[in-house]
């Protein structure tokens, strides 16, 4: 096991559900839910697990860019970020392996209307990539475990 030392803090959330995939997450003071589309066995009551993830992308995307627009004396009038990703869903219901169950790519779009010049952008776009911690877990391995509680 690894056992290296983390220059940072733990976040931790919790996910309850009561036996469907209709799922309450609390993370600290917020709650919010995630579900599966009825084509997945859900209940299609909130956004699925992997709409959520793409969706932490962008908003990441737009935290670290206003962080790193005002490091960089950047003005940002707007800022969006548009993302889409290819998924394999014959994993996710068993029926093939073939190819990996999560994201085979994920493409991002950002709109910005910012004061900077073309060069400036270029090496905002370049920072924001190298600090969003949500590209950072996706482009590289991140130890995962899951461990089941004794009954």
Do not use: H
Request: proline fraction near 4%; charged fraction near 20%; include cysteine.
């Amino acid at each position: 096991m690894n056992t290296a030392k983390s220059k940072g803090s733990v976040i931790s959330i919790e996910g309850f559900s009561n036996g469907t995939t209709e799922t309450i997450i609390q993370a600290g003071e917020f709650r919010f839910v995630i579900d599966e589309p009825e084509s997945f066995a859900g209940c299609n009551k909130a956004p699925s697990p992997v709409a959520y993830q793409l969706g932490a992308v962008s908003g990441c995307v737009v935290a670290i860019g206003m962080q790193v627009a005002k490091e960089l004396g950047m003005t940002i009038t707007k800022l969006n970020a548009k993302v889409d990703g290819s998924i394999n869903s014959e994993a996710f219901f068993g029926i093939s392996q073939d190819e990996r169950a999560g994201f085979s790519e994920i493409r991002i779009v950002v709109d910005v209307e910012s004061d900077a010049a073309p060069e400036q952008l270029s090496r905002w776009t370049s920072e924001v990539e190298k600090r969003c911690p949500v590209i950072d877990n996706l482009l590289y391995t991140t130890r995962v475990t899951i461990q089941q509680l004794p009954r």
